[in-house]
């Protein structure tokens, strides 16, 4: 879309974008809706002013919708271990986003653990593994086709007993609208809660970039099933801008705390309202 | 976000207008709001949406209401119709060659389901055709790639042509078309890495592979769930490999699957399977009306 005026092109210019970047229609027009009020309100008449603007005005309504407390990963140093479960539809990027933040922390200097409970897809332990030994982190794992709840509970036992700064627990891709294997989650997190009543610090939802509206009934039943904490955008280094997360921040408040940005060990970044505005807007002004 | 049925949105915008006789523009106008809306629900592209409009509305302007229905009944059945017609009216099918092996390979994004299909692939190929396929291990990137579609062949009790130490993809693929050979397997399938669609060594390393394996039949590998740049990723994949056509993954889910129209809008290449789960045999052949009804919401 090229600049041409502030006038109504130009925003029907910007509420496509929205569109096109998978936003949804309803998130969509409020969005465009009040970045228009606020550019008139400005009276931005420049290129410059308008890019400005709407930025800031989108990351003002998305630190609006969320709890300030909660928008960064949170840690807690007290000693204990902290757990964070990783959760999502199959493909998503939870395996290697794992992989990832196991190699921040590590970098970081603490001591980290991963749990293989993924039990059940072709080769999923193997990648875990696999990560493991390229950033230099203990995994645990079970028998194959073992209860993954089992594999949690082993490797919860262990993270504590060896005072682990951080576990890692992956699990199996699963559809939110699969009864049963939404249960198998609900037990995963009962048995961290056995041996560690105030975790998970995260339960973190990871959603693949190049999701379309079904990403809200994910964040939703998800939620649901085992109360989440954020989410981690992947996949964003693509032609896609994720652009459902701001609808499910506007339904859910949930803040999206990573980013996936490609298939490197370093591939990974905090999330920044504020870069990801000026993303989204990129090629409109 | 609940999903109003299409169908009574439309009986519900048009209530208050014509009764029988001609559909108006007045009436396609209305209609077409909530059209549009449904299908940018269901993640259809933008652009594709535009255009199904625009044909929709010369399609149902001026039309007489057919006995039966009422013009919203009418508006919903050339949207029905002009939808199914747009995925492919019959149901299509894999390319055979003449001479063994027929060789397909598989491409898509990250994470769609590529080397899960390998496997579902060969599954219905042996019990549909008594097939004796050869699998080979095309992605050296993803950790455990090769440990995964090596398990897979031994569920289903088939060989894995694989290198653990080669880093040039069509040279694998060269050296296990070989072995196909001598071993007189009918099927190859191949899979390879996921990757980005504007990603250029990778897409380059696609193009070799193709060169040498000259396969009768290159598949896309879509995940339903995709957004609005599911016409980006067709297109880029098909531009650079001239695909064959597509399988639908993941439509076991709650997504309404726009992406198969945007795919089909952009390539014209037939969707030739669905994927319906994780197990091997959730593998189904690809239903033009089911999905036209799916989208829509019906
Ligand atoms: N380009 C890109 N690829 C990614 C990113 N994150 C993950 N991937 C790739 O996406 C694919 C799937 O990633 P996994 O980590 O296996 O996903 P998962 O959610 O664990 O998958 P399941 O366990 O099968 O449900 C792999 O090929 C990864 O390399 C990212 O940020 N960018
Ligand atoms: N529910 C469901 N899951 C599927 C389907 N097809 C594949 N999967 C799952 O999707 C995830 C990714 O599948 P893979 O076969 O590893 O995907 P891929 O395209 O080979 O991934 P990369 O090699 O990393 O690009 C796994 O968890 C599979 O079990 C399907 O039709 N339905
Ligand atoms: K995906
Ligand atoms: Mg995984
Ligand atoms: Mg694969």
Redesign the interface.
Same mark, same amino acid.
């Given at each position: 879309a090229q600049f041409r005026t502030v006038d109504e092109d130009f925003f029907d210019d910007l509420e496509e974008l929205l569109i096109e970047s998978d936003v949804g229609y309803e998130t969509a027009e409020q969005l465009t809706t009040a970045l228009r009020d606020e550019a008139k309100l400005q009276k931005a008449k420049s290129r410059d002013d308008l890019k400005k603007v709407i930025v800031e005005k989108l990351v003002e309504l998305y630190d609006q919708n969320g709890d300030a407390a909660n928008e960064k990963l949170r840690s807690h140093d007290d000693g204990k271990t902290n757990i964070y479960l990783f959760v999502g539809v199959n493909g998503a990027g939870k395996t290697t986003t794992i992989g990832k933040l196991a190699k921040r922390f590590k970098d970081e200097g603490k001591s980290v653990l991963l749990a293989a409970a993924d039990t059940f897809r072709a080769g999923a332990v193997e990648q875990l593994v696999e990560w493991g030994k390229r950033v230099d982190v203990p995994v645990v794992t079970g028998k194959e086709q073992a209860d993954p709840a089992s594999v949690v509970f082993d490797a919860t036992t262990k993270a504590i007993a060896e005072h682990a700064d951080y576990l890692l627990v992956d699990t199996a891709g699963r559809l939110q609208n699969k009864k049963n294997l939404m249960s198998e989650l609900e037990k995963i997190e009962r048995t961290i809660k056995k041996q560690a009543p105030d975790e998970p610090t995260e339960t973190l939802l990871v959603l693949d970039g190049s999701t379309g509206q079904n990403a809200l009934l994910q964040a939703k039943d998800f939620d649901k099933t085992t109360k989440l904490t954020g989410l981690v955008l992947t996949k964003l280094d693509g032609s896609s801008k994720g652009g459902v997360v701001l609808a499910i921040r506007n339904e859910m408040k949930l803040p999206v705390k990573l980013v996936g940005l490609g298939e490197k060990a370093s591939d990974l970044a905090d999330f920044d309202a504020a870069d990801y505005a000026v993303g989204l807007f990129h090629d409109l002004v | 976000?609940a999903f109003e049925n299409l169908s009574e949105r439309i009986q519900k915008a048009l209530r208050n207008l014509t009764g029988k006789g001609k559909i108006s523009e007045e009436d396609i106008n209305t209609a077409s709001r909530e059209i549009r809306?449904a299908l940018?629900? @269901?993640?259809v592209?933008?652009k594709v949406v535009k255009d199904f409009i625009k044909k929709i509305k010369k399609e149902a302007l001026g039309k007489e209401v057919q006995e039966s229905l009422n013009p919203g009944q009418q508006v919903i059945k050339i949207v029905n119709d002009e939808l199914t017609k747009m995925m492919g009216e019959s149901a299509a099918t894999l390319n055979k060659s003449k001479h063994i092996p027929t060789i397909i390979m598989m491409v898509g994004? +990250? *994470? !769609?389901?590529k !080397?899960?299909t390998v496997?579902k692939l060969a599954k219905r190929l042996i019990d549909k055709d008594k097939a004796r396929p050869l699998l080979i291990a095309g992605d050296i990137?993803?950790?455990? @790639?090769i &440990?995964?579609?090596? +398990?897979?062949g031994e +569920?289903l009790n088939v060989p894995v042509y694989s290198e653990h130490d080669e880093k040039n993809v069509a040279k694998i693929v060269e050296n296990g078309l070989k072995q196909a050979d001598d071993n007189k397997n009918d099927y190859v399938i191949i899979d390879t890495a996921g990757r980005?669609?504007?990603d250029e060594p990778l897409m380059e390393e696609l193009e070799q592979v193709k060169k040498v394996a000259q396969p009768d039949n290159i598949l896309l590998v879509v %995940?339903a769930? !995709?957004? +609005? @740049?599911a016409t &980006?990723?067709a297109k880029?994949f098909d531009s650079r490999l001239d695909i064959t056509g597509v399988i639908l993954t993941?439509l %076991?889910? &709650? !997504?309404?699957g *726009? @992406?198969a129209l945007s795919i089909r809008a952009v390539t014209g290449k037939p969707i030739i399977y669905t994927g319906q789960g994780?197990k091997l045999s959730d593998l189904e052949q690809f239903h033009p009306d089911r999905m036209a009804s799916r989208i829509l919401g019906m």
């Open positions: - | 976000m809306l940018l629900e @269901a993640d592209n933008f994004l +990250q *994470g !769609t389901g !080397t899960t496997g990137y993803r950790p455990a @790639a &440990d995964q579609l090596e +398990q897979i +569920q980005l669609e504007i %995940d769930m !995709t957004g +609005q @740049a &980006d990723v880029g993941k %076991d889910g &709650d !997504t309404r *726009g @992406a994780e």
